[in-house]
């Protein structure tokens, strides 16, 4: 707006004003917290029992970081919440519980095998978990009586998840009906649901995959180590390096070769590849992020070439 008030020689007093201060400018990174920051708050504000899925991995830890400064020095308002397939790296599970004894976190387990042991589930051809875990996820919202889950998802990821609003429907079932999003206009979020719905809420929806690794570079955010280049014995099988496993691989015409390798994200093993890399370093794999073609999903996470649609098909069975 144009600032009116009167300057110069011609003022009442006969001296000019005093120079106007000028805000201070946000970075990008600055906006993006605040932006994720209110998202959290405005979540914390509307639902009786949200709850954060925490895996451990790079998205859900920046997720986490933003929501404890969020309410410091409050402790965080509500719980954490993993599904384990029982194919998850070692790795990454090990951080998961260090990091949730450090902050005072109370975490909930929902395990895939305990649904396999008792018949509730049935283990696939291919080994692949990822699928089984809509079962579980659903009874622990059910029997947590969750009416909002935190998700780590961006829109960059993926097709499917850039058609989701920050706030995410879900009917009874735990499906998602992309003709059911609401408008978000001025950054106002609508949580209302029925009886028996919930929402999903994505605070890094307007994230990148760069931006994640800016944010941890400059927030100094701890990550697990398979995030960064190491040694490792993996097989290659439909251009994905995988680790070997008791998911079913390799198979006697795939060798394991001990390569230097990295994970742009984190899930079962069975469908999550690494890639070849010497990334030491956040800074190194900003570097390496920045000069690829290809998204995080699309070059490591078998699942989401099962066809066009897959991502979207089991949203509409309520995955993440």
Not at 197 to 213: A, I
Request: hydrophobic share 35%; glycine share 8%.
């Amino acid at each position: 707006m144009r600032d009116l008030a009167p300057t110069g020689p011609g003022t009442a007093l006969g001296t000019a004003a005093p120079p106007t201060r000028q805000r201070p400018r946000l970075s990008h990174l600055d906006v993006l917290e605040s932006e994720a920051a209110h998202i959290i708050r405005e979540s914390a504000a509307q639902f009786e029992r949200p709850a954060l899925l925490f895996s451990g991995g790079k998205d859900s830890m920046v997720m986490l970081y933003v929501a404890l400064k969020a309410f410091r020095p409050a402790p965080l308002p509500f719980g954490l919440l993993h599904v384990d397939t029982g194919h998850n790296f070692p790795e990454v599970l090990d951080f998961r519980d260090r990091v949730v004894a450090e902050h005072g976190l109370r975490l909930t387990v929902a395990r895939v095998e305990d649904y396999l042991a008792d018949g509730r589930l049935t283990e696939r051809p291919d080994g692949t978990r990822n699928p089984l875990q809509t079962v579980p996820l659903l009874d622990a919202v059910t029997r947590g009586r969750h009416d909002a889950l935190f998700g780590g998802g961006r829109r960059d990821e993926e097709k499917a998840r850039a058609k989701e609003r920050v706030f995410s429907v879900r009917d009874e079932f735990g499906a998602w009906d992309p003709r059911r999003q609401r408008p978000e206009l001025w950054s106002l979020y609508n949580g209302r649901h029925r009886p028996g719905e919930h929402l999903r809420v994505f605070p890094l929806s307007n994230w990148t995959e760069l931006d994640v690794w800016q944010y941890i570079v400059r927030e100094k955010v701890d990550l697990p180590s398979i995030y960064y280049a190491h040694e490792r014995d993996v097989f290659r099988r439909n251009g994905m390096w995988l680790t070997a496993g008791e998911w079913g691989g390799p198979k006697n015409d795939e060798p394991v070769e001990r390569r230097s390798v990295r994970y742009r994200t984190v899930g079962d093993m069975s469908c999550t590849g690494a890639v070849e890399s010497d990334a030491a370093d956040p800074d190194q794999v900003i570097a390496e992020i920045a000069a690829s073609r290809l998204t995080e999903r699309g070059e490591t996470r078998a699942d989401d070439q099962l066809s066009e649609a897959a991502m979207e098909d089991r949203k509409r069975e309520g995955y993440f």
